[in-house]
Structures are given as structure tokens and as C-alpha cells.
């Protein structure tokens, strides 16, 4: 059986529309809508944090930070790291690297914070209580996989 549009007669039996009668009592769940917020809010973030990472980091903190994810062993040299890496890299980049100044050679004008920390330090008034939330909880929790 096909679904109903929302002029076709309720499949209730009710003779109403529809519109008026069962797909009112259809509704999304909250966590659906939370899930959606979090997910368009996280992806509006790499973007921004990806603008304030160039300008103030430069190459050298993402060159510095892919070695320290591979724990100095070597970049693999591979389509794996562009394709499945890149966005997990990319997380833990903004939210869990923190810039050693202390290693040798390292540029000491680093913050010795995260990315999004240092990110929401410069424009956090400006931005909407949810994202900075959504900016704290995330640089609070542990990095995983799961």
C-alpha cells in the first residue's frame, strides 16, 4: 500500500483530508530535530574553524598535528588518509590537538589550547549559545572512534 498525500482521504476511514486528520498526529521526534541542529551546526564549525586554523595557524600546526596523530611514525602515503581519514583527522584536529610549544622547534606563538577553543576565545560573543555549548562539550570529551 502506498503512502498517503495530504489531499488524499485519511486512511483512517475518518472521511477527512489527510492533511486535517493523521498527518497532524505525525510528528518528528525531538531527537530527529536535535540530531539535525548538531549535525548542520558541526558542519557550519569546520568550515569556520577550517578559515581561523589558516589564517592563524598556518600549514605548519596541520603539518605538526598529522605527525603527532600518527604518533611521528609517517604520514601514510595513500587515497585511505584523503578519503576515510580526512574527516576524522579533521575532528580531532579542531578539538582535541593542542599545540605543544615546547617541542623543539615548534612556534611558540601557538596557543596551548584546541582549535575551537581558541576559535570560540576570539568570536564566542558572537556567536549563538547552542554553538558555544556545542564548542565546549566537544573539546570536553575524550577523542574516539565510536
Request: hydrophobic share 35%; net charge negative; with cysteine.
Amino acid at each position: 500500500m502506498s503512502e498517503a498525500k495530504k489531499n488524499d482521504p485519511c486512511p483512517c476511514g475518518s472521511g477527512k483530508k489527510y492533511k486535517k486528520c493523521c498527518m497532524l498526529k505525525e510528528v518528528t521526534p525531538v531527537g530527529d530535530f536535535a540530531r539535525q541542529k548538531i549535525s548542520r551546526t558541526l558542519a557550519e564549525l569546520t568550515q569556520q574553524f577550517e578559515k581561523h586554523a589558516n589564517k592563524k595557524y598556518g600549514e605548519v600546526a596541520a603539518y605538526a598535528a598529522i605527525q603527532e596523530y600518527f604518533c611521528w611514525q609517517g604520514v601514510p602515503d595513500d587515497e585511505y588518509l584523503d578519503m576515510e581519514l580526512g574527516e576524522i583527522f579533521q575532528s580531532w584536529f579542531y578539538y582535541n590537538w593542542i599545540p605543544d610549544s615546547e617541542e623543539k622547534g615548534a612556534p611558540v606563538h601557538f596557543p596551548e589550547h584546541q582549535i575551537a577553543v581558541d576559535y570560540l576565545k576570539q568570536k564566542g560573543d558572537q556567536l549563538p549559545a547552542f554553538t558555544r555549548k556545542l564548542i565546549e562539550q566537544a573539546c570536553l570529551k575524550q577523542y574516539s572512534f565510536l
